[in-house]
């Protein structure tokens, strides 16, 4: 049984849709962004603050940024307005323990990047990995792991370590986890923060330190 196929009417069918969706993309170039608009904004250049600002976002991204002025919205833009308020870079808190009831508020108070400075490994990494995720919202992580120190350590979720030998697998874990960036404490000797600092120039890892005596 021969089955007869009318490839005209089927090209329209299949070509028409997408045809129409390309028009209606063309006569809304702003679909899908979002415009904040009439704030002032300071972006913390040394330049003077710039009023009644308008900042077009795609997606994550600030795709411009200029005065009512110089800058039009385009069609099909999500319009917000920001009218009486600052924009401002977002802050960075350069040494917390953070935890997971601390992301929302830290947002909230303007922090979008955190330099944790010690904490439990499994933690500090579940916390990175769900802001990533998006399944949390918080500031960027930037982990050390667990905080290196003298044995017994001062702290519960510290690491101790007795000589230089352990001091170097300290850093290597670092690494493991792809901390940013390693953190000691005051009890640690000089030999092994010796054996410490070359461990973590051999793996560029910046050391940072809570200092004591």
């Known amino acids: 049984m021969a089955i007869r196929v009318n ?4 090209v329209t069918r ?4 997408i045809l129409a969706a390309l028009a209606l993309s063309a006569c809304s170039p702003g679909a899908g962004k979002v415009a904040y608009v009439g704030g002032s904004l300071w972006d913390g250049t040394g330049s003077p603050p710039i009023p009644d600002v308008v900042i077009l976002v795609d997606s994550d991204t600030i795709e411009a940024v200029g005065t009512t002025e110089t800058l039009k919205v385009p069609r099909g833009a999500e319009v917000r307005r920001i009218d009486g308020k600052w924009v401002i870079p977002g802050l ?3 040494h917390a323990h953070t935890e997971r009831w601390m992301l929302r508020p830290l947002v909230s108070y303007g922090i979008t990047a955190i330099r944790d400075g010690g904490n439990d490994p499994d933690s500090a990494i579940a916390l ?3 802001v990533q995720l998006g399944t949390e919202i918080g500031p960027r992580l930037y982990i050390a792991g667990a905080e290196i ?8 979720n510290a690491r101790g370590v007795r000589n230089p030998v352990e ?3 300290a850093i290597d874990d670092v690494k493991l986890i792809r901390g940013s960036h390693a953190m000691i404490s005051p009890k640690i000797n000089r030999t092994v923060l010796q054996a410490i600092l070359d461990e973590a120039g051999l793996l560029h890892i910046p050391v940072g330190a809570h200092l004591g005596r």
Do not use: A, C, Q
């Not at 490839?7 to 089927?10: E, F, G, M, N, P």
């Open 92 to 94: 960075i808190d350069s």
């Open 149 to 156: 120190d003298g044995n017994p350590p001062h702290r519960p």
């Open 167 to 169: 001091g170097r697998r």
């Open 7 to 10: 490839l005209t009417s089927l």
């Open 14 to 17: 299949i070509v028409t849709p």
């Open 128 to 130: 990175r990995e769900s």
